[in-house]
Antibody, heavy 119, light 110 residues
């Protein structure tokens, strides 16, 4: 059974940093691209970032470029999202997601972790 | 900037059929956009229904189907049930690793 368990969310002041983690199990982690998707309170889903299966290619939505970094440790079956220079508009539930094929299609989702940016 | 469009809301009668669409503010959706569809109920994580236009995710009943209709991607639900009342999101792959979600459709079953 595929399981994705996010951690690392919390309350942070504007300008601060957080690192989210996603522990994966139930599939061969190193064979699949992974993504982060967020959902602000009362809003829709927003694709944030993706990383190839090897970690050699990374992709970001324009609003987080230069502030967020995505990485993975295939030996630990873990995905990361390093978030720096956080803004109030980054407040959201952040979901870890597994790609079905390539980087485009998600087939499994984690339960999400809440990130709140506020003073 | 390209916007992915969805109907803000839709309603269907129990047992009925409904087709939700996913378009582009400029241009036509094709299989090259690898359209996917997700269902979300309040307070829950999304659930994948369809990816790569028409591939049903594991465990998804066959009354959910995906297709390209005209210049849009489409999600058709046949034999609608009360627990299909949810928000439905599509996502399109724009190339270069970038995906964009639509704004979502709130489906009411009544």
């Amino acid at each position: 059974e595929v399981q994705l368990l996010e951690s690392g969310g919390g309350l942070v002041q504007p300008g601060g940093s957080l690192r989210l983690s996603c522990a994966a199990s139930g599939f061969t982690f190193s064979n699949y691209a992974m993504s982060w998707v967020r959902q602000a309170p009362g809003k829709g889903l927003e694709w944030v970032s993706a990383i190839s299966s090897s970690g050699g290619s990374t992709y970001f939505v324009d609003s987080v470029k230069g502030r967020f970094t995505i990485s993975r440790d295939n030996s630990k079956n873990t995905l990361y999202l390093q978030m720096n220079s956080l803004r109030a508009e980054d407040t959201a539930v952040y979901y870890c997601a597994k790609a079905a094929t390539g980087v485009a299609a998600i087939d499994y989702w984690g339960q999400g972790t809440q990130v709140t940016v506020s003073s | 900037q390209t916007v992915v469009t969805q109907e803000p809301s839709f309603s269907v009668s129990p047992g009925g059929t409904v087709t939700l669409t996913c378009g582009l503010s400029s241009g036509s959706v094709s299989t090259s956009y690898y359209p996917s569809w997700y269902q979300q109920t309040p307070g829950q994580a999304p659930r994948t229904l369809i990816y790569n236009t028409n591939t049903r995710s594991s465990g998804v009943p066959d009354r959910f189907s995906g297709s390209i209709l005209g210049n849009k991607a489409a999600l058709t639900i046949t034999g609608a049930q009360a627990d299909d009342e949810s928000d439905y999101y599509c996502v399109l792959y724009m190339g270069s690793g970038i995906s964009v979600f639509g704004g979502g459709t709130k489906l009411t079953v009544l």
